[in-house]
């Protein structure tokens, strides 16, 4: 069967090219395999034919006649086990991969979110709160930067899914100018999503989103 994701039909302005399948499209245009998206809304998701795709009700699931899945790191790491263009084909390499779509998400993710959300929530308390959650996230990213160093990606020549998923973590921190003091790592995820693959994908979130634009 063709590989089936599932993507939202429509999300407010402020969501629409964050949604996390995007991570799932980008890895699959990377990989160069076909693919075709099944749109929900609010009551797909609440269904019970949803939830045993996805118990949680969010996107993306994904299926392609072998597996069905849900959470995007568990879903790109599947993708890449496919694809050379995502992963070495070396034990070794893979695991380094593996390593950092986890740290991706273990590591940064986390205080990336954290910080959003403090910056979102309006509370008055948030600006005492808001130094020591950049703090934490800072020392993440300075040492994600330490790593990075002057190679182009994570580890070094090759653009592999660890990149993929480091570089979606890492644009959701552009708006709110959190990554302003890591030139480098901006530049990195600059080089991310510069790549035709990326651009394919974003492409596919935002037509979707257009066409179904309520009004």
Sequence with gaps: MTIQLTAFRWVPPFAQGY??????????????????????????????????????????AYRDGEVEMFESG?????????SEA???????????V???????????????QNLIELDDSGEAWAADRRPQVQAKLDRRLEALGAWLGEK?????DAFTAGDLMMTAVLRELVDGGALEPFPKLDAYRVRCEARPAFARAMAGQMAAFRENAPG
């Design 19 to 60: 949604v996390r399948d995007l991570r799932i499209r980008w890895a699959l245009e990377e990989a160069g395999l076909p693919y075709e998206v099944v749109l929900v809304d609010a009551d797909a998701l609440a269904s019970d034919r949803h939830r045993q795709w996805q118990p949680f009700g969010q996107v993306p």
């Design 74 to 82: 568990a879903i790109v790491l599947h993708i890449a086990a496919k």
């Design 86 to 96: 995502l992963s070495p084909r070396d034990p070794a390499g893979a695991a380094r």
């Design 98 to 112: 593996a390593t950092w779509v986890l740290a991706a998400l273990n590591s940064i993710e986390p205080h990336a």
């Design 152 to 156: 182009d990606y994570l580890e070094g």
